[in-house]
């Protein structure tokens, strides 16, 4: 089945430390791909997305990620991470870009991070 | 502040009661989404509307009632809910093709 996984339900990192989360999707085609982040009591906000070009993409907050064609991932990156940065990451797909227009976005699970001092 | 307002924040209710979940979006876009969060599990699509009409309802049971007045306003009405229905409900918005949701901060809701 097609599917987006993110292998890592909790992950916890020191401050200042970088961060590497993981994404895998299962669609034959290049999807759509975005990272949004939920902070806690808060709904979905966008960090970034790729739909072609360059396959490393810059977001907010310092984010980038990294779409590897041949691995089938878009791990989201930040060189060092800030307190602020504890929340809910998901990845998100579009599968089927001819129905881009709806934005039938199919997410992961999330990843729960976790800053420690 | 993303511009898309929704409200109560949190309910409770009990399985027999109605209720409605009121989203409002100030950013002018044509699109507006119902999603699903449970825990543990990915965000549930649940109904999608575009300029008014619903694109997509996604096998969502009959105790779930969307209406979409106009492209500003998105309600999800409830009624004889189970308590398996708790959960946080999103409303989105989006204008077409930007590939961009901006959500609301959700409605908590607890079925008693």
């Known amino acids: 089945a097609q599917s987006v996984t993110q292998p890592d339900i909790h992950i916890t990192v020191s401050e200042g430390a970088s961060l590497e989360l993981r994404c895998n999707y299962s669609?034959?085609?290049?999807?759509?791909l975005f990272w949004y982040v939920q902070s806690p009591g808060q709904g979905l906000q966008l960090l970034l997305k790729y739909f072609s070009g360059d396959t490393l993409v810059q977001g907010i907050k310092g984010f980038e990620a990294e779409f590897k064609r041949s691995q089938s991932s878009f791990n989201l990156r930040k060189p060092s991470v800030h307190w602020s940065d504890a929340a809910e990451y998901f990845c998100a797909v579009v599968p089927d870009i001819s129905n881009f227009g709806n934005e039938k976005l199919t997410f992961g699970t999330g990843t729960r991070l976790t800053i420690i001092p | 502040e993303t511009g898309v307002t929704q409200t109560p924040r949190h309910l409770v209710m009990g399985m027999t009661n109605k209720k409605s979940l009121k989203c409002e979006q100030h950013?002018?876009?044509?699109?507006m989404y119902w999603y699903k969060q449970s825990a543990k599990k990915p965000l549930e699509l649940m109904f999608v509307y575009n300029f008014k009409e619903q694109t997509e309802n996604n096998s969502v049971p009959s105790r779930f009632s969307p209406e979409c007045p106009n492209s500003s306003h998105l309600f999800l009405h409830l009624h004889t809910l189970q308590p398996e229905d708790s959960a946080l409900y999103l409303c989105?918005?989006?204008?077409?093709?930007?590939?961009?949701?901006?959500f609301g901060s959700g409605t908590q809701l607890s079925v008693l």
């Open positions: 989105a918005s989006s204008q077409d093709s930007t590939g961009k949701l901006f």
């Open positions: 669609y034959g085609a290049t999807p759509y």
């Open positions: 950013l002018g876009h044509n699109a």
